[in-house]
């Protein structure tokens, strides 16, 4: 990992409860197996989308791949999987507050643990503000560029520092030219 956001939160685990070999596995499985739970929870889906998600998620092969290692991709691909459900519950019929303040903390969590997922920011501001007034919805909008600043900011402060720095940092910075971006 590149920033903190992923050795704090898994090594808040291990502090409390200890640390052995298989720990990140055990971390990652059960990331996966909240996320979906979360997913039904929220969605509350019918049986034949259901099953149709259970085929899905068993057998992409992605998850698959990273859910035994101890890498952070299984952490990612839990935080799609619980904001696809808050999605889906923002852009349904009835909204839910616990569904929306759910959302807010997941994407503002996954974009410290790696900030390319700040790019949900904007768009959940959108969804969620969705029949609001215009007024609303552009204040929601700001804010939430806002606080990608600030998340970006504290990422840029605490990510490890290497004499190039990464390049997510300088792009945003325009310490590289837009042909290098492009």
């Given at each position: 990992p590149h920033g903190p956001g992923y050795a704090v939160l898994y090594g808040t685990f291990g502090a409390l409860?200890?640390?052995?070999?298989?720990?990140?596995?055990?971390?990652?499985?059960?990331?996966?197996?909240a996320a979906t739970w979360l997913w039904v929870s929220v969605?509350?889906?019918?049986?034949?989308?259901?099953?149709?998600?259970?085929?899905?998620?068993l057998t992409f092969w992605h998850m698959l791949f990273w859910a035994p290692t101890g890498m952070q991709?299984?952490?990612?691909?839990?935080?799609?999987?619980?904001?696809?459900?808050?999605?889906?519950?923002?852009?349904?019929?009835?909204?839910?507050?616990?569904?929306?303040a759910l959302g807010w903390i997941t994407v503002a969590m996954l974009s410290f643990i790696r900030p390319s997922w700040m790019i949900l920011l904007p768009l959940w501001a959108v969804?969620?503000?969705?029949?609001?007034?215009r007024v609303m919805a552009v204040g929601t909008v700001t804010a939430s560029l806002f606080v990608g600043g600030a998340i970006l900011y504290a990422y840029?402060?605490?990510?490890?520092?290497?004499?190039?720095?990464?390049?997510?940092l300088r792009a945003t910075s325009l310490a590289v030219g837009a042909q290098s971006v492009l």
């Amino acid at each position: 990992p590149h920033g903190p956001g992923y050795a704090v939160l898994y090594g808040t685990f291990g502090a409390l409860f200890g640390w052995h070999r298989h720990t990140a596995v055990v971390l990652n499985l059960t990331a996966i197996a909240a996320a979906t739970w979360l997913w039904v929870s929220v969605t509350r889906a019918g049986i034949p989308r259901l099953l149709l998600a259970t085929v899905l998620l068993l057998t992409f092969w992605h998850m698959l791949f990273w859910a035994p290692t101890g890498m952070q991709e299984s952490l990612h691909q839990a935080g799609a999987i619980v904001l696809a459900g808050c999605f889906a519950s923002a852009l349904g019929p009835t909204r839910r507050w616990w569904v929306t303040a759910l959302g807010w903390i997941t994407v503002a969590m996954l974009s410290f643990i790696r900030p390319s997922w700040m790019i949900l920011l904007p768009l959940w501001a959108v969804a969620t503000t969705r029949g609001s007034s215009r007024v609303m919805a552009v204040g929601t909008v700001t804010a939430s560029l806002f606080v990608g600043g600030a998340i970006l900011y504290a990422y840029s402060r605490t990510a490890a520092p290497y004499e190039e720095g990464f390049f997510f940092l300088r792009a945003t910075s325009l310490a590289v030219g837009a042909q290098s971006v492009l």
